[in-house]
T-cell receptor
Framework: GAGVSQSPSNKVTEKGKDVELRCDPISGHTALYWYRQSLGQGLEFLIY????????KSGLPSDRFSAERTGGSVSTLTIQRTQQEDSAVYLCASSLGPSFGEKLFFGSGTQLSVL | AQKVTQAQTEISVVEKEDVTLDCVYE???????LFWYKQPPSGELVFLIRRNSFDEQNEISGRYSWNFQKSTSSFNFTITASQVVDSAVYFCALSEAAGANSKLTFGKGITLSVRP
């Protein structure tokens, strides 16, 4: 596609429910990132995928968070048993390759609200 | 560990004023990249500039200019003759060569409001 696409754009859920957030990167981009943007906290790295390599999960805040990337393209971020502190904007980004210094292209994000 | 500090949280200016957004970084790596991104109300971060650690030349692009000083670990961004459309959140970010990927470490962002 022309840009990074994320869905849904907004998600409201009840505490304790599971949610899935989807990211469709730019066609041809091999690297995919998930970031979380909380109010006043900047952007927090969550997870990184590159081709068929094992993902870098070093930023995932707890074992309730997981992500997968199927066929080297679309990625899904899953949050199980959501908590109110999970409320944030979840941003996906992709880049052409894993090379150091690559420019990241971001989607518009999913605004998650946990009630 | 790498760190990016944007000490200013909110700036408000009147249209046509010049404004400088500060960014200070910390890294033990000698090879790194610095970035600025703009996040308008639509939410999508837009790339503005990338500078590698070996290139200290300042850059000017239209009304935008960047001042990179390794001696003070700063990468400041100036908007000349600001316009209402410049209102956004601006993020400074760092990518280290020592990292296994292009993971960016972001500052907390500066909210710029330009009033007509």
């Amino acid at each position: 596609g022309a840009g990074v696409s994320q869905s849904p754009s907004n998600k409201v859920t009840e505490k304790g429910k599971d949610v899935e957030l989807r990211c469709d990167p730019i066609s041809g981009h091999t690297a995919l990132y998930w970031y979380r943007q909380s109010l006043g906290q900047g952007l927090e790295f969550l997870i990184y995928f590159q081709g068929n390599s094992a993902p870098d999960k070093s930023g995932l805040p707890s074992d309730r968070f997981s992500a997968e990337r199927t066929g080297g393209s679309v990625s899904t971020l899953t949050i199980q048993r959501t908590q109110q502190e999970d409320s944030a904007v979840y941003l996906c980004a992709s880049s052409l390759g894993p090379s150091f210094g690559e420019k990241l292209f971001f989607g518009s994000g999913t605004q998650l609200s946990v009630l | 560990a790498q760190k990016v500090t944007q000490a200013q949280t909110e700036i408000s200016v009147v249209e046509k004023e010049d404004v400088t957004l500060d960014c200070v970084y910390e890294t033990r790596d000698t090879t790194y990249y610095l970035f600025w991104y703009k996040q308008p109300p639509s939410g999508e971060l837009v790339f503005l500039i990338r500078r590698n650690s070996f290139d200290e030349q300042n850059e000017i692009s239209g009304r935008y200019s960047w001042n990179f000083q390794k001696s003070t670990s700063s990468f400041n961004f100036t908007i000349t003759a600001s316009q209402v459309v410049d209102s956004a959140v601006y993020f400074c970010a760092l990518s280290e060569a020592a990292g296994a990927n292009s993971k960016l470490t972001f500052g907390k962002g500066i909210t710029l409001s330009v009033r007509p």
